[in-house]
C-alpha cells in the first residue's frame, strides 16, 4: 500500500506524464476520473465543462459517440473542444481503447483511422495478451508526435496503461501468471508504461516501483448491473486496496445532481485517500 503523497511521487514517477497527471490530482485534490459513456459529442462536452473542477481525468470511449451527417461537430471539432476544456480546467484526457491487437495494427489504430486518437488522448490503455510488440507498436506512434513549438513537454506526453486485472464477472484475469506476466512486460517499457488498469495496487514499492492504479466499476450507490459489471466503493478501492485513481460513469452521469454528487465521489475518493497515507 502506497504511504507516499500524490505530490512527492509527482516528483518522481518515471514518465513524464505520469508527473503530470500526479501533480493535478495533488493540486485539484481530486483522484477521480470521470467516465463519459454517453453518446452524444454534445453532452459530453456539457457534463464534462460541469464537472471539470471535480475531476483530474476524463476517460472516453470516443468509437460510441454518434456523429450522424448533421451532427454540429465533426470528430476533429469535438476532440479539439475536448482539448481545450481540459487545458482550461487542469485535466487530462484517457481514451478508453483497450487496444488488442499486433504492433502494426494497434499502430494505425492509435495513430491514424478516423479518431486520430494518439493526437488527443494523453492516455490509453492495452491489454498484454498479444505480447510485448503491442506496447511497442503504440509507443512508436507516441514517439513520433510532433511538439508543438509553445507548448509544454507533458502536451505531447503520452502513456500507456495495461489492464492487469478487470471489474466485470467471471473475467478471465484471474490467473495470477497471466498477472506476473504483465507487470514483467510493464517493467521492460517503464518509459512509456505509466500504470495499470486493476482492483488494486500492482507491483513492489519497496523496490522504488512506483505505477499509477486506476480503478472502475465503482459507484455508491449500486453493487453492479444487468451486464456483469461489479461495483465497489471509493473507500474499499483507495484505502483497503491502494489504488489511485477511482474511475466513475454511470454513478455520476446518471444521477440527477450530477455536481452534488461528482463532488461527493471526489470528497471521499480524496478522503479514503488522506487516510491511507496518514495510516
Ligand atoms: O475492468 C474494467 C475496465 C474498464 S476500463 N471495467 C470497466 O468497467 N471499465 C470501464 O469503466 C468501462 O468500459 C466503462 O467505461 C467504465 C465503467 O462505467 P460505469 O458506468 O460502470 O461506472
Not at 510532433?146 to 489492464?163: C, F, H, I, M, N
Not at 523496490?207 to 453493487?223: F, L, Q, R
Request: include cysteine; hydrophobic fraction near 35%.
Amino acid at each position: 500500500m502506497s504511504a507516499q503523497s500524490y505530490a512527492s511521487r509527482a516528483e518522481t514517477h518515471p514518465t513524464v506524464i505520469g508527473r503530470h497527471l500526479l501533480s493535478i490530482i495533488s493540486s485539484k485534490r481530486t483522484n477521480l476520473c470521470l467516465s463519459i459513456d454517453v453518446t452524444s459529442p454534445t453532452k459530453v462536452l456539457d457534463i464534462v465543462g460541469t464537472l471539470a473542477p471535480k475531476i483530474c481525468l476524463v476517460k472516453t470511449h470516443i468509437d460510441i459517440l454518434t456523429f450522424p451527417p448533421d451532427s454540429p461537430l465533426s470528430i476533429p471539432e469535438f476532440t479539439s473542444a475536448l482539448s481545450s476544456l481540459a487545458k482550461e480546467h487542469n485535466f487530462l484526457i484517457f481514451e478508453d481503447r483497450k487496444f488488442a491487437d499486433i504492433g502494426n495494427t494497434v499502430s494505425h489504430q492509435y495513430g491514424g483511422g478516423i479518431y486520430r486518437i494518439a493526437d488527443w488522448a494523453h492516455i490509453t490503455n492495452a491489454h498484454s495478451l498479444p505480447g510485448e510488440g503491442i506496447i511497442q507498436g503504440l509507443q512508436k506512434v507516441a514517439d513520433a508526435l510532433p511538439l508543438s513549438p509553445q507548448g509544454q513537454p507533458e502536451d505531447t506526453a503520452r502513456g500507456l496503461l495495461l489492464l492487469e486485472e478487470m471489474s466485470s464477472a467471471g473475467n478471465l484475469f484471474n490467473s495470477s501468471g497471466y498477472r506476473s506476466s504483465t507487470l514483467e512486460m510493464a517493467r521492460r517499457n517503464k518509459n512509456f508504461v505509466m500504470g495499470f488498469i486493476a482492483m488494486g495496487k500492482v507491483g513492489d514499492e519497496k523496490e522504488g516501483e512506483d505505477w499509477i492504479v486506476m480503478t472502475p466499476g465503482v459507484n455508491i450507490a449500486s453493487t453492479g448491473d444487468a451486464l456483469g459489471q461489479q461495483y465497489k466503493t471509493p473507500e474499499y478501492v483507495i484505502r483497503e486496496r491502494g489504488s489511485d485513481v477511482i474511475i466513475v460513469g454511470r454513478g455520476i452521469y446518471g444521477s440527477e445532481d450530477m455536481l452534488g454528487t461528482a463532488e461527493e465521489y471526489r470528497r471521499r475518493g480524496w478522503e479514503a485517500y488522506e487516510n491511507r497515507i496518514k495510516a
